[in-house]
């Protein structure tokens, strides 16, 4: 090889070297200066419900902090599969986002054909807990779980849920297991829908959020027996818990998270994890969310991750002993 041959295939070398290395400092440049436009959120529910309304309030908090506009697009179908397929095909460059209730882990468990894996999706935060209360028909002469269950064991019963697969209809299906019921699963479109049917005694019991039960028992149209949470729930604190009232094994709620697709860069999770975490503690939405029952978190994207993998293990138990799947 020639002197001038030598050199110049050197040069290219290092041209190359230099291209690469300046390209990958432009792109953690692009990265740092996230976000530059538009965000967008996906929510899997319609308009107008908890999981949107709780969404639209922290988002409107975190857009002022990051100084760009946040945009919701509802799209709901499919027990929020819809909305996470779409996700999970969106490109991985930070400004499309996508809220999971605890329905992305339920669905992870009873359905085997998803039209995503999870490995399609990056943990973003836990924003959101949301305890399950155990609702009731007034036509029921139970005023507790253990009465409740006495109640129930001598007849056949029914529940509700807001839809095969949902957190309700496995906590339903584990709650008639632990208490030796014969209860029939009815699914329905929605709380909306469940509602009227429990205060009519057409189903007997429901485990639902706070938010559209609790009206109706203060209205002294239901009965609000006990809460799936850990904790009693401030919303209405005079209502045990399910682990208090003789059930320790369900102690199983709700939840809100936000993920995005895979591939999206580390440093702009960790900047939106942050910011999500900020705003979801901060007393203007913390006020908001005891109005609504709901419960205050903002974790890292490794807190989050932890609490699916842990959730996907609690249902596949429950599925597993009530023998539930969704596309036998």
Known sequence: MTQKNYVTRRAVVLTGVLAAVCGLA???????????????????????????????MLMEIVSKSVEQPIIIENKPGAN????????????????????????????????????????????????VNIPLVLFASVSTPANSVKEFAAWAQTRPVSYAST??????????????????????????NGSAQAMPDLMGGRVDYFFDPATGGMPHVKAGKLKALAVSAQQRCD????????????????VQGSWIGLMAPAKTPRNVLDRFSAEVAKAVQSPEFA???????????????????????R???????????????LDR
């Open 235 to 250: 919303c209405a604190p005079d209502v045990p818990t399910m682990a208090e009232s003789g059930y320790p094994e369900i």
């Open 163 to 188: 839809g095969p697969g949902s957190t309700g209809h496995l906590l339903g299906e584990i709650f008639s297991l632990a208490a030796g019921l014969k209860a029939t699963h009815v699914g329905y």
């Open 287 to 309: 006020k908001k969310l005891k109005v609504l029952g709901f419960g205050p978190v903002g974790s890292t994207p490794e807190q989050f991750q932890a609490l699916i993998d």
């Open 80 to 127: 929020t599969v819809i909305a996470t397929a779409q996700l999970a095909r969106s490109a991985p460059d930070g400004y499309t986002f996508g809220v999971v209730p605890a329905a992305y882990t339920t669905n992870q468990v009873l359905s085997k054909n998803l039209q995503y894996k999870p490995s399609d999706l990056a943990p973003v935060s836990h924003m």
């Open 311 to 325: 959730d996907v293990a609690a249902y596949a138990d429950i599925a597993r002993k009530a023998d539930i799947r």
């Open 26 to 56: 432009g792109n953690n440049a692009r990265a740092e200066e996230w976000p530059t436009k538009t965000i967008k959120v996906l929510v899997p529910y319609v308009a107008g419900g908890p999981v949107d309304s709780v969404t639209r």
